[in-house]
RNA sequence: GGUGCCAUAGCUCAGUAGGUAGAGCACAGGACUGAAAAUCCUGGUGUCCUUGGUUCGAUCCCGAGUGGCACCA
């Protein structure tokens, strides 16, 4: 069999939150001389900062870094737009280095760029407005009712009980008259090629990490970067892990105690599914966070390949 | 010192007209192709404070003890 003519190699590193990904992917990036894509669905946000744990900026200096804080808030993109927009970059860094390093703990945003995603005509808002108010109504078994006589082999592949999903497919169908499902099966594969690196860390370490990282957002000034963004508290990008517990704190419901101690239960229950996630990728190297020459010794065998 | 109330899961608490127990949170596992740090599903946690008594049987009733809280001195 022919093989395709890869264009270069896309190293992604991920793990869960606060297992050390961004000053690991810099120096790998240092070493291979190369730049860096952030795979992060929060830090494409200019209004976030401290709350998302944006890299410091001797590493943004150091590393030439796409992807990070390049859109606002109120211009939302998703895994689909991420992943397109990923992709082009790509070839446009392919024409100058051989490797090209990307870290991030977004998973569906991986999948968009490695796996890519089907092209699937964008819902109209509106009709995203409505069947969430029906939702809101409690009207969800008319939703799945409809669902069913409309797409049944969408309706047959996806979690019931979860009224997103329920909505997603609806909201392609009122929109564009077609099935979601029909949509389907005709993504375009990636034409580079790929190594995943992901990095390990036992529950306690991971655990004790968050809850000082937490802390030291608090001291970097959390409170204030939520106080900036709190008018858009409804906006997607703002459902977010350490700035919808300080609007509860602002709302008086509770006190900022309680809010940190929620953000660091957030923040663990996020890396718990990030972790959950990334056990799919059984085609990764596995690796302890905490060895970092041996992280380095098996960077230089896959890039030798 | 006296009186009253309380003691049940890691935490906050519910409960059993006496048949060894349950919610929320925490914790753990899972799903996930355009909101993904989102959304959804599943799971169990136990000397029911100790000790004597009543009873076929006590976490529950009675006595004593211990600890906590409140009030009175």
Same mark, same amino acid.
């Given at each position: ?147 069913f006589r409309v797409d049944p082999i969408y309706y047959n592949s996806i979690d019931i009980q979860n ?7 609806? +909201?392609?169908? +009122? ?43 608090? +001291? ?6 939520? +106080? ?78």
């Amino acid at each position: 069999m022919m093989e395709t003519k890869k264009k270069g190699l896309l190293l992604t590193i991920t793990g869960p939150t606060a297992s050390g990904k961004t000053a690991l992917a810099v120096e790998i990036a240092k070493e291979l001389q190369t730049a860096i894509i952030s795979c992060d669905s929060r830090q494409v946000y200019r209004e976030m900062c401290i709350g998302t744990a944006v890299p410091e900026a001797e590493f943004l200096d150091a590393v030439k870094h796409h992807f990070i804080q390049t859109t606002s808030i109120q211009e939302p993109i998703n895994a689909n737009d991420f992943g397109l927009s990923v992709r082009d970059k790509l070839d446009e860094l392919f024409q100058e280095h051989n490797t090209v390093v990307m870290v991030g703990g977004s998973g569906l945003y991986i999948d968009s760029v490695l796996k890519g995603i089907d092209d699937i005509p964008s819902p109209d808002p509106n009709v995203r407005c409505e069947i969430q108010r029906k939702i809101d109504e409690g009207r969800i078994d008319e939703l799945r009712a409809e669902l069913f006589r409309v797409d049944p082999i969408y309706y047959n592949s996806i979690d019931i009980q979860n009224p997103r999903r329920v909505l997603r497919g609806l +909201e392609v169908y +009122e929109t564009t008259g077609v099935p979601l499902s029909s949509y389907l099966g005709n993504k375009q594969n990636r034409d580079f090629a790929s190594a995943m690196i992901v990095l390990e860390l036992d529950r306690g370490k991971l655990y004790s990490k968050i809850n000082q990282r937490v802390d030291h957002m608090m +001291e970097q000034g959390l409170i204030k970067e939520a +106080e900036s963004v709190y008018e858009h508290r409804n906006l997607t990008s703002l459902q977010t892990v350490g700035y919808q517990e300080l609007f509860e704190y602002f709302d008086g419901t509770i006190n900022l105690n309680e809010a940190i101690e929620k953000i660091k239960n957030n923040t663990r229950q996020y890396a718990r599914k990030q972790e959950t996630w990334f056990r799919r990728y059984d085609e990764a190297f596995r690796i302890s966070a905490l060895e970092k020459s041996r992280i380095m010794k098996l960077i230089k065998e896959i890039c030798w390949k």
